[in-house]
């Protein structure tokens, strides 16, 4: 049986997604240890070529080879309009890619969680057996659901 490391998204208190990543699989392992180290999203719509070991200086991205930071990417939008693409960084790499998809996710969830990820969101771990869902509430100490 696979056990899930398992992080609420906090925006001002309010969770507005969760996230349960596999202990058995190296990416589940990367975000996790990401989550627990600082991790920062930014949007990347502009960005076709940007992929995962790339390098950020807080304003450019740049390939993973160019580790003076000397030549960013070029900007040029990402082919799919349906896709809204946000970098998961940890100090100065990107470690992979928290992606929304217009076709598949209602238009609320998604403004819900851009909002929520350009706010600079609080992440929590959590015990998968506390079942936390998106609305509800981290008080700073513990989560609420929304019917306390």
Known sequence: MTIYNMFALVAD???FD???????????IKWSAGLRSGLIFKKTI?????????????ENFY???DLE???PLPKSPIDNPDVIKYAGIVGNEVIGFYT????????DFISMVCAGLESNPDIIEFDSSLNVQPGW???????LSPEE
């Open 13 to 15: 208190g309010d969770v």
């Open 18 to 28: 969760t996230l349960g990543l596999p202990e058995d699989n190296p990416t589940g």
């Open 46 to 58: 502009e960005y076709s070529q940007l992929r995962s070991g790339c390098l950020f200086d807080g």
């Open 63 to 65: 390939d993973p080879e």
């Open 69 to 71: 930071m000397r030549t």
């Open 100 to 107: 929304l998809d217009k076709t598949i996710m209602s238009e």
């Open 137 to 143: 509430i981290w008080n700073g100490t513990q989560f």
